[in-house]
């Protein structure tokens, strides 16, 4: 039944029915029920529909929420899914893994004391019945132009800029050294958070569209960056970071101490019915092991959980602020609680112990100090306050580095920055080299899916604007440059 909007005093919070903790211990399956248009009709009218708002101010796509909340209360999903599809190339996938609590959710102005809008699960609820009911079509130019565009890196940058590319008409070709399109939406991402069917749904429509994806395809072996820039008009570079960071401590090169994306990248690959040697043999699976994941950010959250789901005997989280100061989503940190992690709050790793394999993990606990330049507080360690916890496997999820991009790619003359991204001009996401882009998480560092879209949506249009340009300059002059 359509709603009146404002309803937030009428009707408190409310989320989709959630999976028994017991019960989702047990598989990959998403922990969230779907809403019903009931409960998504009601939770969108609790909207106060501000003058300014901060929800949409607070999502890195600007997605314009208050309006496809209104539509969805009244009932209006075809004209609401088509709001939130403007701005957002995924926002069934965007509903699901965006940390709302920090983004949209978090910044909504009836947050304190009313809760606020349950904005992802609406828009997944709009998204998910729009591809029942057929109202997802692959991007239909009004004209086909004779240029074209390669894209390297297949995941959420790279397939945003592929879909505004081909909106406007140019032959787009997508490469990736995977064998799957999706990047870490497929390989990195576990299934309980995201069913990979989504994104496959997702690249199989863009597919249908006209972009051409080259899959098991690496730049630097199958082909060097100049010879794709002499096969197409335009190149975006949207590789991402993958190389986990290390731990200098003694004891680090111990068998069983695997970074985190080999570890999601193998229960991934099990997962889509893959032979993964590293996971049959148990050097990538958790089952009956004590399992201790250093870091605190929404990438060790993917990994206690999944350890779970593979039957450890336990699964420990080392972090060395406190819950306050945890970089990952305190949705998440919940959600592992009730599935039966253990946070060691305040507490790092000074030194693995064992024989060949790790059998320890040496700790010491920490105190927070004065704030350093970023506003967090600084942990300072505590004198004689170490404590060993038992580890069978130890996975190491502090954060992901660029990896040596000018090298891979045989283009030595690529300009990156201190940090290993690439530079790009700030007004036109340009590379130092003559058309040639890049977007994402290569030029950002690590960060979110949501903000890697808005870059590849950027790029889009940035190169759009460096094509036409090609396009209308005489013909000496283009080859000239």
């Not at 590789?239 to 960071?245: A, E, F, L, S």
């Not at 300072?380 to 040596?404: K, M, T």
Request: glycine share 10%; net charge negative; aromatic share 6%.
């Amino acid at each position: 039944m359509p709603q009146r909007m404002q309803n937030f005093i009428s009707f408190g919070q409310n989320t989709p029915e959630r999976r028994d903790a017991e019960d989702r211990r047990r598989d990959f399956d998403e922990i969230y029920r779907r809403f019903d248009q009931g409960a998504a009709s009601e939770q969108a009218s609790r909207c106060s529909q501000c003058g300014v708002p901060f929800c949409q101010i607070h999502c890195p796509l600007h997605n314009n929420i208050p309006d496809w909340l209104k539509l969805t209360a009244e009932g209006r999903l075809e004209e609401a899914y088509e709001i939130a599809a403007a701005t957002n190339n995924m926002p069934e996938i965007c509903g699901r893994i965006c940390p709302q609590d920090r983004l949209c959710e978090g910044n909504c102005v009836i947050e304190k004391g009313f809760d606020s809008v349950t904005i992802g699960s609406v828009e997944s609820y709009i998204t998910d019945t729009a591809w029942e009911q057929g109202w997802v079509r692959p991007p239909e130019p009004e004209t086909d132009r004779d240029q074209s565009v390669g894209i390297v890196g297949g995941g959420p940058a790279g397939l945003a800029a592929a879909e505004e590319l081909r909106k406007r008409g140019y032959r787009v070709d997508v490469y990736d050294r995977h064998d799957r399109m999706g990047g870490l939406l497929i390989y990195g991402i576990p299934n309980f958070k995201l069913d990979k069917e989504l994104v496959t749904r997702r690249t199989e429509m863009l597919a249908a569209g006209g972009i051409t994806f080259h899959t098991d395809f690496e730049i630097g072996r199958d082909a060097g960056l100049n010879d794709l820039r002499a096969r197409h008009d335009a190149m975006l570079i949207a590789t991402g970071v993958y190389k986990g960071r290390a731990l200098a401590v003694p004891g680090a090169g111990l068998d069983n101490i695997v970074p985190a994306l080999d570890y999601l990248i193998a229960s991934n690959r099990k997962g889509l019915g893959d032979t993964v040697p590293d996971y049959e043999s148990g050097k990538l699976n958790a089952a009956g092991k004590k399992v201790v994941v250093i870091g605190g950010g929404d990438t060790a959250m993917d990994c206690v959980r999944t350890a779970v789901r593979q039957g450890a005997e336990s699964v420990k989280c080392l972090y060395r602020r406190d819950r306050a100061n945890m970089p990952g989503s305190a949705r998440e940190v919940a959600r592992a609680e009730e599935e039966g992690v253990d946070f060691v709050w305040l507490s790092a790793p000074e030194a693995f112990l064992g024989d060949g394999a790790v059998s320890a993990v040496r700790t010491v606990r920490m105190h927070l100090s004065v704030a350093d330049a970023t506003g967090r507080q600084t942990p300072q360690v505590i004198a004689d306050s170490h404590q060993n916890i038992d580890a069978d496997l130890v996975i190491l999820a502090l954060g992901f580095d660029p990896e040596d991009v000018p090298t891979l790619f045989g283009e030595p003359e690529l300009g990156v920055t201190r940090w290993g991204t690439l530079k790009v001009s700030y007004r036109d996401m340009m590379t130092n080299i003559d058309g040639v882009f890049a977007a994402g998480d290569i030029v950002r560092g690590a960060s979110l899916v949501v903000w890697a879209i808005r870059d590849g949506r950027d790029a889009a249009a940035h190169m759009h604007r460096y094509l036409l340009e090609r396009a209308e300059a005489p013909a000496d002059l283009a080859e000239a440059s």
